[in-house]
């Protein structure tokens, strides 16, 4: 159980371009969802924390225009990553919280979206 | 959320014991010591976590120290496979708490 899908698993897009990637819990119903990214050879930085039908909360440093956060439904989170340009590319990995595992309030992880900005 | 400190990198030869340390001197009563790894280019997996008493499962051991200040993540039997970069994360395990990681220690398990 506690399975995470993100799609696409790769995407290249043209600078200016908008991305989006997709967040699915498969098997449990997640009532918060998080988003990270991940530069090379660094570890992941915390982006933005969704909770279902309410607005992200973005940490200090990203810019909500650019990085739209939609949690639309409980098993369904999507990240758009808006005009992106060649410093956005990044992996982007998503984890989904819903009141399941040992303690009940265990993060599991997607695998992982790699987004190539030319 | 507690800060941990790991040492950036270790090896371990394939078959041994791999003893990955970490402190967590500020750690709070209520806050959990969580292991996680992530192999390359793919997204973290849980390993195994613990509050005071050491804990055991089909992947790891998680050794705690009495005081909680510090913590050993036990991977008995290394293979290939096991190399990765591996986080320790102190966190309060309540609703909404998100996942905070540092640097990690990246393990390199040889032939």
């Known amino acids: 159980g506690a399975v995470v899908s993100q799609h696409p698993s790769w995407v290249i897009c043209k600078s200016g371009t908008s991305v989006k990637i997709e967040c699915r819990s498969l098997d449990f119903q997640a009532t918060t969802m998080f988003w990270y990214r991940q530069f090379p050879k660094q570890s992941l930085m915390l982006m933005a924390t969704?909770?279902?039908?309410?607005?992200?909360?973005?940490e200090q440093g990203v810019e909500k225009d650019k990085f739209l956060i939609n949690h639309a439904s409980l098993t369904l989170s999507t990240l758009t990553v808006t005009s992106a340009h060649p410093e956005d590319s990044s992996f982007y990995i998503c984890s989904a919280m819903g009141g399941y595992g040992p303690t009940g309030n265990e993060q599991f992880f997607g695998p992982g979206t790699r987004l190539t900005v030319l | 959320d507690a800060k941990t400190t790991q040492p950036p990198s270790m090896d371990c030869a394939e078959g041994r014991a791999a003893n990955l340390p970490c402190n967590h001197s500020t750690i709070s009563g209520n806050e959990y010591v969580y292991w996680y790894r992530q192999i390359h280019s793919q997204g973290p997996q849980y390993i195994i976590h613990g509050l005071k008493n050491n804990e055991t499962n089909e992947m790891a051991s998680l050794i705690i120290t009495e005081d909680r200040k510090s913590s050993t993540l036990i991977l008995p039997h290394a293979t290939l496979r096991d190399t990765a970069v591996y986080y320790c994360i102190v966190r309060v395990a309540v609703r909404n708490n998100d996942m905070r990681f540092g640097a990690g220690t990246r393990l390199t398990v040889k032939p």
């Open positions: 969704s909770n279902e039908g309410s607005k992200a909360t973005y």
